[in-house]
């Protein structure tokens, strides 16, 4: 069974950093690409940042770009977002996910961690 489990959130005052982490189990991910969205309150859920499998290529909102960076550890299942500079508008409900893979349909989601970013 496909696990995916996030640490690293909580509370920060503007211009604090984070880092995000999501271990991944249940198989081998090495050909999934990773990334996190994020929901704030009564808003959708939207993309933050994706990475491929290789870890040769990333993608960002243009709200987080410049701030935020995304890497992944094939060896560990781990993708990390490493937040820097962060903004009251920030603040949401992280959530990590694997896949699909090329081919491939499915797409699995962690439970969320809460970031926090007081002003």
């Known amino acids: 069974q496909v696990q995916l489990v996030e640490s690293g959130g909580g509370l920060v005052q503007a211009g604090g950093s984070l880092r995000l982490s999501c271990a991944a189990s249940?198989?081998?991910?090495?050909?999934?690409?990773m990334g996190w969205f994020r929901q704030a309150p009564g808003k959708e859920r939207e993309f933050v940042a994706g990475?491929?499998?290789?870890?040769?290529?990333?993608s960002y909102v243009d709200s987080v770009k410049g701030r935020f960076t995304i890497s992944r550890d094939n060896a560990k299942n781990t993708v990390y977002l490493q937040m820097n500079a962060l903004k009251p508008e920030d603040t949401a409900v992280y959530y990590c996910?694997?896949?699909?893979?090329?081919?491939?349909?499915?797409?699995?989601w962690g439970q969320g961690t809460q970031v926090t970013v007081s002003s």
């Open positions: 990475i491929d499998w290789s870890g040769g290529s990333t």
């Open positions: 249940g198989r081998t991910f090495s050909n999934y690409p």
């Open positions: 996910y694997i896949g699909p893979r090329a081919g491939g349909n499915t797409r699995y």
